[in-house]
């Protein structure tokens, strides 16, 4: 069973802090930095995703302006983005290779619908960094606090000149400041030592971080709220309610973005064939907009559910998404967008419970969406729709994601099915539960009932 925790250590950032310019020059100077940093970077970046595992510690291999200090972090920097890169790949790799399985199982079977195609597997390409950031740590980036003076930090950093290293000043917002100074002592909280630079639209700015350490308020016995999640509903609660949805305005956002890209691409076509040398780019701008716009829903949505005044004082059970449930979830076209984004629900629900210090415990999700919350009987056919749910043994009927929530509900703490090695035990367990079910329901004649049509829930 899993371990109860009772305090939780979180990383809190202070964003958005614009690098402001005293004496000319010295941006000048950071922006030369990063232009043999990203670069660089990337090579590192290629290195690990294609010729060798990541390696923090590798030992620099490529011709640089950089110090060796500066070449460290960059290839810390490139080791994690290819780890999480590589992660990912091997997710959906594996993923694709139970379905070509299942594909061939099907064949050899002779219940392949005629219309299936096999599955096929199209290789990652390896991500290309366009954005400018910069992870660094207090060996080329030094946070010294500023006595005496205007701004409150100054942000000592080496550059491209030996012994030359620039200082630029730091100065907090008001909100900021609030945030870093503990309300029982007055005095401001240590900041860690690695700070992040990014550049945007012209302006570079600083991300720093601090760790905090915050009790779980809830006790273990506190009534549990599932939740489960998906995209027609980021989030539904087996209470019955909804918080927010990728239809609407975000989906109506997609469908003009994808309209634009197909009208650039048309033009690159057609400018190529006249010869012409300079092209347009491919990379959108718009693309990068609407995701930062669905995060900023989900985290919405998130943020009402944890403060809806009767989820006061309860503790939450949420699912652990596997690539194979995301895509189920998000089966309909541009599914990668989607299932990216399916992802971040829980890693909100995580980091929500975490900083208000309330319980919320991730559950095993397999079959918890065709799960009779009732009887227990597990079947595809208990679900006649997307939105519906109807059980084919005992007849019971409601909206598909709270008959799903509530199943999640239920398995907080369930150690039987924490124990299962893999989905096909989940399921045995789940027939197991639904036949003692059947039989402690006596001699009633219990046959199946019809549903009636879709059951109806409250929204907010
Ligand atoms: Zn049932």
Same mark, same amino acid.
């Given at each position: 069973?899993?371990?109860?925790?009772?305090?939780?250590?979180?990383?809190?950032?202070?964003?958005?802090?614009?690098?402001?310019?005293?004496?000319?020059?010295?941006?000048?100077?950071?922006?030369?930095?990063?232009?043999?940093?990203?670069?660089?970077?990337?090579?590192?970046?290629?290195?690990?995703?294609?010729?060798?595992?990541?390696?923090?510690?590798?030992?620099?291999?490529?011709?640089?302006?950089?110090?060796?200090?500066?070449?460290?972090?960059?290839?810390?920097?490139?080791?994690?983005?290819?780890?999480?890169?590589?992660?990912?790949?091997?997710?959906?790799?594996?993923?694709?290779?139970?379905?070509?399985?299942?594909?061939?199982?099907?064949?050899?079977?002779?219940?392949?619908?005629?219309?299936?195609?096999?599955?096929?597997?199209?290789?990652?390409?390896?991500?290309?960094?366009?954005?400018?950031?910069?992870?660094?740590?207090?060996?080329?980036?030094?946070?010294?606090?500023?006595?005496?003076?205007?701004?409150?930090?100054?942000?000592?950093?080496?550059?491209?000149?030996?012994?030359?290293?620039?200082?630029?000043?730091?100065?907090?917002?008001?909100?900021?400041?609030?945030?870093?100074?503990?309300?029982? %002592?007055? /005095?401001? &909280? !240590?900041?860690?030592?690695?700070?992040? +630079?990014?550049?945007?639209?012209? @302006?570079?700015?600083?991300?720093?971080?601090?760790?905090?350490?915050?009790?779980?308020?809830?006790?273990?016995?506190?009534?549990?709220?599932?939740?489960?999640?998906?995209?027609?509903?980021?989030?539904?609660?087996?209470?019955?309610?909804?918080?927010?949805?990728?239809?609407?305005?975000?989906?109506?956002?997609?469908?003009?973005?994808?309209?634009?890209?197909?009208?650039?691409?048309?033009?690159?076509?057609?400018?190529?064939?006249?010869?012409?040398?300079?092209?347009?780019?491919?990379?959108?701008?718009?693309?990068?907009?609407?995701?930062?716009?669905?995060?900023?829903?989900?985290?919405?949505?998130?943020?009402?559910?944890?403060?809806?005044?009767?989820?006061?004082?309860?503790?939450?059970?949420?699912?652990?998404?596997?690539?194979? %449930?995301? /895509?189920? &979830? !998000?089966?309909?076209?541009?599914?990668? +967008?989607?299932?990216?984004?399916? @992802?971040?629900?829980?890693?909100?629900?995580?980091?929500?419970?975490?900083?208000?210090?309330?319980?919320?415990?991730?559950?095993?999700?397999?079959?918890?969406?065709?799960?009779?919350?009732?009887?227990?009987?597990?079947?595809?056919?208990?679900?006649?729709?997307?939105?519906?749910?109807?059980?084919?043994?005992?007849?019971?009927?409601?909206?598909?994601?709270?008959?799903?929530?509530?199943?999640?509900?239920?398995?907080?703490?369930?150690?039987?099915?924490?124990?299962?090695?893999?989905?096909?035990?989940?399921?045995?367990?789940?027939?197991?539960?639904?036949?003692?079910?059947?039989?402690?329901?006596?001699?009633?004649?219990?046959?199946?009932?019809?549903?009636?049509?879709?059951?109806?829930?409250?929204?907010?």
């Amino acid at each position: 069973m899993k371990q109860r925790k009772s305090k939780e250590q979180i990383t809190r950032a202070l964003t958005h802090i614009q690098l402001k310019e005293t004496n000319g020059g010295k941006l000048a100077v950071l922006d030369e930095v990063a232009s043999v940093y990203l670069p660089l970077c990337q090579q590192y970046v290629t290195l690990f995703c294609i010729d060798e595992q990541p390696d923090m510690f590798r030992v620099p291999c490529f011709d640089t302006p950089l110090s060796e200090r500066w070449q460290r972090v960059a290839i810390q920097q490139a080791a994690g983005i290819a780890q999480s890169w590589r992660t990912n790949r091997e997710h959906a790799y594996q993923s694709y290779l139970q379905e070509h399985r299942a594909y061939h199982e099907r064949q050899a079977a002779g219940t392949l619908h005629r219309a299936t195609k096999e599955p096929q597997w199209q290789e990652w390409s390896v991500p290309v960094l366009r954005q400018m950031c910069i992870q660094a740590n207090a060996n080329v980036a030094l946070l010294e606090v500023a006595e005496d003076s205007t701004f409150d930090y100054w942000l000592k950093m080496s550059t491209l000149q030996k012994r030359q290293p620039i200082r630029v000043p730091v100065k907090l917002a008001a909100y900021h400041t609030e945030q870093l100074t503990d309300p029982k %002592t007055g /005095k401001r &909280k !240590a900041l860690n030592s690695s700070v992040t +630079l990014n550049k945007r639209e012209g @302006a570079w700015w600083l991300t720093l971080s601090y760790d905090e350490v915050v009790a779980v308020q809830t006790p273990p016995d506190a009534p549990v709220i599932g939740i489960d999640v998906g995209i027609a509903n980021f989030l539904t609660t087996d209470d019955g309610k909804h918080y927010g949805t990728f239809h609407g305005k975000l989906r109506a956002r997609h469908k003009r973005d994808r309209a634009k890209r197909r009208r650039k691409a048309k033009l690159r076509a057609c400018l190529k064939k006249k010869g012409v040398k300079k092209l347009p780019s491919t990379s959108s701008r718009t693309g990068q907009r609407l995701r930062r716009h669905v995060k900023q829903s989900i985290n919405r949505a998130v943020n009402e559910c944890f403060t809806d005044k009767e989820h006061a004082g309860v503790q939450f059970a949420y699912e652990q998404l596997s690539i194979a %449930t995301m /895509k189920f &979830k !998000a089966r309909a076209q541009n599914a990668y +967008l989607r299932a990216s984004n399916l @992802a971040h629900i829980p890693q909100q629900i995580a980091w929500n419970a975490a900083k208000r210090g309330r319980r919320a415990t991730r559950v095993p999700s397999a079959y918890s969406s065709q799960q009779c919350s009732v009887c227990g009987y597990t079947d595809k056919k208990n679900r006649p729709s997307q939105q519906t749910f109807c059980c084919q043994v005992c007849g019971y009927e409601t909206h598909a994601d709270v008959n799903a929530a509530k199943n999640l509900a239920a398995r907080v703490g369930d150690s039987e099915l924490y124990a299962c090695q893999d989905k096909h035990a989940i399921k045995a367990l789940l027939m197991e539960r639904h036949e003692a079910w059947t039989q402690h329901q006596g001699k009633q004649d219990i046959g199946p009932t019809k549903c009636q049509g879709i059951a109806s829930v409250s929204s907010t």
